[in-house]
């Protein structure tokens, strides 16, 4: 179903026949759109009428990443079923889980010996998994996100301002961000002149005018100076290639006034 068409969606469950809605929070690979209110909420109701199971895919957006534990629990919705990987080792060991609530999870009490996996027990990566839910549930991460998403949008609305033609949208929930550029094939460009310089950023495969702008939770407001003013030079030079040389002149990290004397709030 397209993303947030809720009345397709609804149209869909209501036949009845199927197993499971699979959602991916604010999906990346459509450049992280932001669900409208209450769309993620309508589904999840829709599925307990006809007893379909709700997934919600929280591989990118789980962990601490929009501010909260999951995303989901930002839009109110307790899943059936919710799925994590990628970061869940905290980049350090292949692991990934599928956590149930107790209803969608009834049969592996009742018939467990069906849950079987020939390559499962990852040792290595459960204690990784272990240390990084410990530390994504400490306040001060949550604090920390909190400040360096707000601090980073005040420098993404800086950086705009000197692209206004090209550099024209800003997609955020936490540090789930999606940088929107007026050219079909803009973030393409972005990403290109970014790795140039450092940075690595990929563009949404399913609309490459959406640059995927993702930074980690524990990076510090120095940190945050740092990629906003590269950010900034890299889109001068994409801008510079896209429209035919008619770039703005780059602001360097000695010309830019710093970012850590804006207010994150």
Known sequence: MP???LDRMLSAIAVGDAACVIMETIPATYGFPMPKPGYLNAIKQACEKVGTLYIADEVQTGLMRTGEMWGIETYGV????LVTGKGLSGGIYPIAAAVVSEKAGKWLSEVGFGHMSSFGGAELGCLAAAKV???CS??????QVHYISAYLANGLRQVQQ???DFFIGIRQRGVVMGLEFNHDQGAVYVMKHLYQNGIWAIFSTLDK???QFKPGLLI???????ILTRLDTSLAQAQGEVFGGRAKSVVT?????????????
């Open 3 to 5: 993303f947030n068409d």
């Open 78 to 81: 307790d899943p059936d079923i």
């Open 133 to 135: 839910l410990e530390i």
């Open 138 to 143: 400490r306040p001060e991460t949550r604090s």
């Open 162 to 164: 000197n692209y206004p």
């Open 209 to 211: 005018r959406v640059l």
């Open 220 to 226: 510090d407001r120095e940190m945050c100076d740092e």
């Open 253 to 265: 990290s000695a010309s830019r006034p710093s970012y850590s004397r804006q207010s994150a709030a």
